[in-house]
T-cell receptor
């Protein structure tokens, strides 16, 4: 059974719309991350949270907003969607900080923006 | 953050030969260097990692070397098998920051 659950697995959106990608982890980890993978930029770091606080952010656009309602949740809201946002979005988690152990990745949410 | 360069982008080897992937990083404070393998349609999975207090680490047929002076680290897969065919990503982490990944190497092991 996957311990990091991402929903939905696939989604199609129209340009200009808004979507929320859900991520829940049941590994008891304290740090969570979002990465994006596309043909243009493989495994691009977006955000990291530790104990529900933003630790690191490499996403230039404010259209991407992480939301952490609980320690084991880190959702990603994307507004004003553009075709360039099409990618697979991976959620990941680690026990503590990123250099204290491996990241475990979810199975990804594949977003297509038309 | 960190910037990681990874080469080659494509690597084809004959079964039972060795495969080597090289990565360089910019920030001399980077202290953690994981390697991930990603099969088509799947998520990346950690295969081996090395910390800055080590120069070499081996897990079965996987060897990682770290040269801190040159800010370079590498993955060597010995006795490759077709099952080793996949995308491989190196990454580097500075202190407690999220790992930044290289662009990936598509390895194909020909029978």
């Amino acid at each position: 059974d996957p311990k990091i659950i991402q929903k939905p697995k696939y989604l199609v959106a129209v340009t200009g719309s808004e979507k929320i990608l859900i991520c829940e982890q049941y590994l008891g980890h304290n740090a969570m991350y979002w990465y994006r993978q596309s043909a243009k930029k493989p495994l691009e770091f977006m955000f990291s949270y530790s104990y529900q606080k933003l630790m690191d952010n490499q996403t230039a656009s404010s259209r991407f907003q992480p939301q952490s309602s609980k320690k084991n949740h880190l959702d990603l809201q994307i507004t004003a969607l553009k075709p360039d946002d099409s990618a697979t979005y991976f959620c990941a988690s680690s026990l503590q900080g990123a250099d204290t152990g491996q990241l475990y990745f979810g199975e990804g949410s594949k977003l297509t923006v038309l | 953050g960190e910037q990681v360069e990874q080469l080659p982008s494509i690597l084809r080897v004959q079964e039972r030969s060795s495969a080597s992937i090289n990565c360089t990083y910019e920030n001399s404070a980077s202290n953690y260097f994981p390697w991930y393998k990603q099969e088509p349609g799947e998520n990346p999975k950690l295969i081996i990692d090395i910390r800055s207090n080590m120069e070499r680490k081996q897990i079965q047929g996987l060897i990682v070397l770290l040269d801190k002076k040159a800010k370079r680290f590498s993955l060597h897969i010995t006795d490759t098998q077709p099952a080793d065919s996949a995308m491989y990503f190196c990454a580097a982490s500075v202190n407690n920051n999220a790992p930044r990944f290289g662009a990936g190497t598509k390895l194909t092991v020909k029978p």
